[in-house]
């Protein structure tokens, strides 16, 4: 299957800083990129997402981008809170199949 | 509520037993997955279905089997349990052909002693 490449794995902010999460791939028929929030102990939840034909998309203080010719999509999160932290996945699916491959999660961290 | 539902949310077990791993989800979805995820976080997909009757393996090698009789009911079962089993299991649906909507259940937490 596809493969994904996220960074950072760790991450570490103050409250109220921005932080940003990247994913790369390779496999240009990539078309749908959701991103995954999961608190310790909890499922995780889809938190945003976009498609190869939108460049970006904002939900209040996240926001995803998507660059396909360089093949890498963002998460970005501004003004975070204690309660944005959590581990955070990127996936990915091609065209025509349902099947998401997740890149290996980074846990960010935010403190008071 | 419509939702995902897995149990049991943990399980010890010894070596060599057989068991299943039960997922179910209340809204209506056609798409069902098992992931598992590692210590290190990692979700790798093990098996997945398109719908009643249809089942198919991922992309991480698993010992373990699935089936899919009803729409709302995708059992996962490990024949016979092994220590390198232990781990997390994570059952998701989606209705959408490219992934969109995928609701993940609580998981099941396995150690096999």
């Known amino acids: 299957g596809e493969n994904v490449e996220q960074h950072p794995s760790t991450l570490s902010v103050q409250e109220g800083d921005s932080a940003v999460i990247k994913c790369t791939y390779s496999?240009?028929?990539?078309?749908?990129f959701p991103w995954y929030k999961q608190e310790l102990g909890k499922r995780p939840q889809l938190i945003i997402d976009i498609r190869s034909n939108v460049g970006e998309k904002k939900d209040q203080r996240i926001a995803v981008t998507l660059n396909k010719t360089a093949k890498h999509f963002s998460l970005h999160i501004t003004e975070t809170q204690p309660e944005d932290s959590a581990v955070y996945f990127c996936?990915?699916?091609?065209?025509?199949?349902?099947?998401?491959?997740f890149g290996k999660g980074t846990m960010l961290l935010v403190s008071p | 509520e419509a939702d995902i539902y897995q149990t049991p949310r943990y399980l010890v077990i010894g070596t060599g037993k057989k068991i299943t791993l039960e997922c179910s989800q209340t809204m209506g979805h056609d798409k069902m997955y098992w992931y598992q995820q590692d210590p290190g976080m990692e979700l790798h997909l093990i098996h997945y279905s398109y719908g009643v009757n249809s089942t198919e393996k991922g992309d991480l090698s698993s010992e373990s089997t699935v089936s899919r009789i009803r729409t709302e009911h995708f059992p996962l079962t490990l024949e016979s349990a092994r220590p390198s089993h232990t781990s997390q299991y994570l059952c998701a649906s989606s209705e959408d052909s490219w992934g969109e909507g995928y609701t993940f259940g609580s998981g099941t937490r396995l150690t096999v002693v």
């Open positions: 996936a990915l699916s091609l065209s025509g199949y349902s099947t998401l491959t």
């Open positions: 496999d240009s028929a990539s078309n749908y």
